[in-house]
Structures are given as C-alpha cells and as structure tokens.
C-alpha cells in the first residue's frame, strides 16, 4: 500500500523514471547490521549496485567489507536489514540467490593434487551447472596449463583459476573480496585486464571488495566507501574525486607573478602558472578577468580534481594507513 501511494503522486514520466532506475539495480543493500557481542560490524549498511557496473566497496582493513561480503552471499545472516539481489529477497529465496550470484573470498581452498580442469569440474557438479570448461579456462588464460597441478601454479595463477572457478554458474553477480591481494604490480595488472574483459564478455555485474585503491581507480565506475562499519559515501568514483572548493590551473605564456587576489578566492603560484581554488558564489570567468586586468597572457585553464587517495584520507581519516 505504501508504495501504491508512492506511485499515484508522481506523474506517468516521474513513475517511468522511478521503475527504470529500481529495474537498473542488481543488488540492494538496505540498513544491515551485524553485531558480535558488543562489537558492531556492520551499523545501517545501505548501498546499491547498478546491472552491468564494476563496483567498487572500497574500505581500510576491518571496515566491515568481509562482513557484508558474507551477507550479500548468504554465508551470514544479519541481525536486521535486507538484501535484495536482482528482485528477490535473499532471506527468503537463499537457493535462488546462490544460483545467480558467485563469491570467491580472499583466502580459498585449491587442491594441489588436482589439475585445473579436476578442480573446475568438482565445482560444476556442486553447482549442478555444465560450463565448457575448457573455454572457461581459455577466458582466464590457464587454458595451456589445464592439466597440470594446481600445486605448480604462482599465486596470480590460482588468482585466475579462482575468479574462473566463480563463473562456473554463469553468474548474473560476481563478488570477488581482495582479488589482488599478494600480487605484484604485474599480477594485479593481469587480474584487472581479466575483470575488464569478463565484465565485457560475460555481461556480469562484478562487486569488487578491496582496500587497494588503484584497483578502485582503474576498474571502478561507483564505489561505496565503507569504514568502522558505516559507509561513509557512496556515488560516482569522478564526481566524488570532485573537490568541495572548485580547484583549476590557470597556465600563463610568462612566469607567474603575485598580485592583489580577488576575495573569496585562494591564489598559488607555481612553476606552471596559477593554481586557483574558487569559493562558493566565485565564478571562474571573474578570476580569468582579474588576471587579464594585471596583464597576464593566459594559454590554459585545466579543471584540477582530487586522488581518491585524498578522498580516502579525507573520509575514513588522516590517521589510517594506507596498505
């Protein structure tokens, strides 16, 4: 009834709009909580997942990403709020929800003794799913190692042969939790490549957990930043790398030179020109007028925006260290 009188006070296009964006959804997160004793994991953990994205739920260790792995996937209750996955609700349909969604936790279990192909074919069977898994392999590059043991490969193998492993159902939602994690610079690079293309290729929707932050920057669209349990913002990775203040480099033909700066504005001088932070109601069209009054040959504005290294200093604070 409440959402039937939601509808009827919107217009037909608003109703529209509002349907579409809720059908855009894979996954919702709405106010989960998690206690152990007296400790709260997770406090009112809500976030939502578009079809199609590579989200990023990027958070220090011990934030609470784990946590909300295991609940999204089934593994753990919470003790209130829901998760809904592609329409259903995952505490009443779990079955439904195990069959549409694969995880591959950050620490999983390889049999040494086993080739990849043994290995791949044990888990289609628990699945009850009949995957070619000589083109699975294939899709992940193990394909000219597939019959040798699993105890031969490096770690970014078993890397590879675990997010194989997690498109053994033909899943609609991939949650991978620290997929890079241990790997060297080339190995993450591989593993980022690989999610690119069966993001692509497979048309699943991937939930990426990590604390790395060049995984977020490279593979992210949205992200949720989640730390001591809350998400502390959650949006589009470009819009939130926006700075609160309007930042812009001014580039001049001669060497920047000081002179009396507009109120309201904050004015650096640099090697490459003028680094300008605008207040609100400062518009950029009276700064560069300003600078051409002084007689400053302009050559360049470029709209300058935050790391996400910044943002995540600024968010979960400064005294956290970075991993």
């Known amino acids: 009834m409440i959402r039937k009188i939601e509808f009827e006070k919107r217009s037909l296009g608003d109703c529209l709009t509002f349907a579409k964006n809720i059908e855009k959804m894979i996954l919702k997160a709405n106010k989960l909580i998690k206690r152990y004793g007296q400790f709260t994991a997770l406090d009112n ?10 989200f990023g739920f990027l958070g220090p260790n011990g934030a609470g990403k784990t946590t909300t792995i295991r609940i999204l996937s089934s593994v753990l209750k919470p003790d209130s709020g829901s998760v809904e996955i592609d329409g259903h609700d995952a505490s009443k349909e779990p079955d439904y929800i195990k069959s549409i969604i694969n995880a591959l936790p950050e620490l999983f279990s390889c049999y040494d003794w086993m080739s990849a192909t043994e290995y791949l074919g044990l888990f289609a069977k628990l699945y009850h799913s ?8 294939k899709s992940v590059g193990l394909d000219a190692l597939s019959r040798k043991p699993i105890g031969t490969y490096s770690r970014g193998m078993k890397q590879r042969l675990g997010i194989a492993r997690s498109l053994i159902n033909s899943p609609k939602l991939i949650l991978l939790d620290e997929p890079t994690s241990g790997l060297d610079p ?9 999610l690119i293309n069966i993001n692509k290729t497979k048309e699943a929707t991937i939930l990426l957990s990590t604390h790395l932050l060049d995984d977020v920057d490279r593979l992210c669209n949205r992200i949720a930043l989640i730390d001591n349990g809350r998400i502390v913002q959650e949006g589009r990775l470009e819009e939130l790398k926006k700075s609160d203040m309007q930042t812009y480099l001014i580039k001049t033909k001669t060497s920047p030179k000081h002179f009396l700066q507009p109120p309201n504005v904050k004015i650096s001088v640099s090697e490459q020109g003028y680094l300008v932070q605008l207040d609100s109601g400062i518009t950029l069209n009276y700064v560069l007028s300003e600078l051409i009054k002084n007689k400053i040959e302009i050559l360049e504005v470029v709209e300058q925006k935050r790391t996400l290294e910044e943002l995540f200093f600024k968010l979960t604070g400064n005294n956290r260290k970075l991993l």
């Open 130 to 137: 009949h995957p070619d898994i000589k083109e699975l392999l």
């Open 45 to 54: 953990v809500s976030f939502r997942v578009e079809k199609g994205d590579i």
């Open 186 to 194: 080339i190995g993450r690079r591989e593993i980022h490549d690989l």
